[in-house]
T-cell receptor, first 113, second 114 residues
Framework: GNSVTQMEGPVTLSEEAFLTINCTYT??????LFWYVQYPGEGLQLLLK?????DKGSNKGFEATYRKETTSFHLEKGSVQVSDSAVYFCALSMNTGFQKLVFGTGTRLLVSP | NAGVTQTPKFQVLKTGQSMTLQCAQD?????MYWYRQDPGMGLRLIYY???????DKGEVPNGYNVSRLNKREFSLRLESAAPSQTSVYFCASSAAGAFEETQYFGPGTRLLVL
């Protein structure tokens, strides 16, 4: 079946450090890819997405590129802030039929001042 | 706009008790979803409703039932709670369920089954 694999957390960084959170997927066909973020005590919210190979999603300084050849969608940010501390989920949905998101296990990011 | 709201925020049940988790959205969305979130497992889809009047099973439907009461409301019922159903439950909605759409999530219900 379709699946998403994320790097284990927590990822601990100092403010202004560079962030990478790895995400790879397995899918029969061509999925759309998403990054959702969950701040403490809240529900998930969409951070960015890409619907086809080589697309780059970006939002709030975060970006991720859909790499079909490596089946990856790694999340990056050049300079993290304390307010970026959250859990980040990579997810996919197949580009046919009704949307059913398949989530990775989530990666917790902790940013210290 | 409140977005997606869920009640209750927290609930403790004894094994065998029943309860209904409520979800409502005010975005005029057609599609609604119920997920559970367990440590180390991400979110898993329990049931979804593509449109008013329809419901379908997701990845982990056993032990649950749902009702799409109207376009706004989608409830999740546990008929006989088990400790394995201890989890955080999230409701979500999207405009029409198309593959590229954004899902909007509620704040979650934390359920503890003793």
């Amino acid at each position: 079946g379709n699946s998403v694999t994320q790097m284990e957390g927590p990822v601990t960084l100092s403010e202004e450090a560079f962030l990478t959170i790895n995400c790879t997927y397995t899918a029969t066909g061509y999925p759309s890819l998403f990054w959702y973020v969950q701040y403490p005590g809240e529900g998930l919210q969409l951070l960015l997405k890409a619907t086809k190979a080589d697309d780059k999603g970006s939002n709030k300084g975060f970006e991720a590129t859909y790499r079909k050849e490596t089946t990856s969608f790694h999340l990056e940010k050049g300079s993290v802030q304390v307010s970026d501390s959250a859990v980040y989920f990579c997810a996919l949905s197949m580009n046919t039929g009704f949307q059913k998101l398949v989530f990775g296990t989530g990666t917790r990011l902790l940013v210290s001042p | 706009n409140a977005g997606v709201t869920q009640t209750p925020k927290f609930q403790v049940l004894k094994t065998g008790q029943s309860m209904t988790l409520q979800c409502a959205q005010d975005m005029n969305h057609n599609s609604m979803y119920w997920y559970r979130q367990d440590p180390g497992m991400g979110l898993r889809l329990i049931y979804y409703s593509a449109s008013e009047g329809t419901t379908d099973k997701g990845e982990v439907p056993n032990g649950y039932n749902v009702s799409r009461l109207n376009k706004r409301e989608f409830s999740l019922r546990l008929e006989s709670a088990a400790p394995s159903q201890t989890s955080v439950y999230f409701c979500a909605s999207s405009a029409a369920g198309a593959f590229e759409e954004t899902q909007y999530f509620g704040p979650g219900t934390r359920l503890l089954v003793l």
